[in-house]
Nanobody
Framework: QVGPVESGGGSVQAGGSLKLSCLAS????????MAWFRQAPGKEREGVAG????????YYADSVKGRFTISQEDGRNTAYLQMNNLNPEDTAMYYC??????????????????WGQGTQVTVSS
């Protein structure tokens, strides 16, 4: 199976918005968690937001609460990350990830197994 595929990254000024998309097709499991991670140069990868089978339960890193929103389309193979009020500290490569084995733990960032190639988000001041 192919890893998830991200799109929607780009460059924006501080205070602006971007919406990332992640297509996770080819997986046969009905239940899954989808999440967004990010990694800035010189920093460790961090979990940003996670969701299980369309919600309503979602998980967020403290640094993005109130600014970022994760969602899934009805078909549950596409996840989105709406990012508002972006600041330069949000600049990073953003990765989509999927996991099936611990669907009650979508906020456990260590459980994710399948990864996309990433999409760059750059926020200028």
């Amino acid at each position: 199976q192919v890893g998830p595929v991200e799109s929607g990254g780009g460059s924006v000024q501080a205070g602006g918005s971007l919406k990332l998309s992640c297509l996770a097709s080819g997986y046969t499991a009905n239940s899954k968690c989808m999440a967004w991670f990010r990694q800035a140069p010189g920093k460790e990868r961090e979990g940003v937001a996670g969701i299980m089978n369309g919600g309503p339960v979602t998980y967020y890193a403290d640094s993005v609460k109130g600014r970022f929103t994760i969602s899934q389309e009805d078909g549950r193979n596409t996840a989105y990350l709406q990012m508002n009020n972006l600041n330069p500290e949000d600049t990073a490569m953003y990765y989509c990830a999927v996991q099936f084995d611990y669907v009650a733990q979508c906020g456990n960032w260590d459980r994710y197994e399948y990864w996309g190639q990433g999409t760059q988000v750059t926020v200028s001041s």
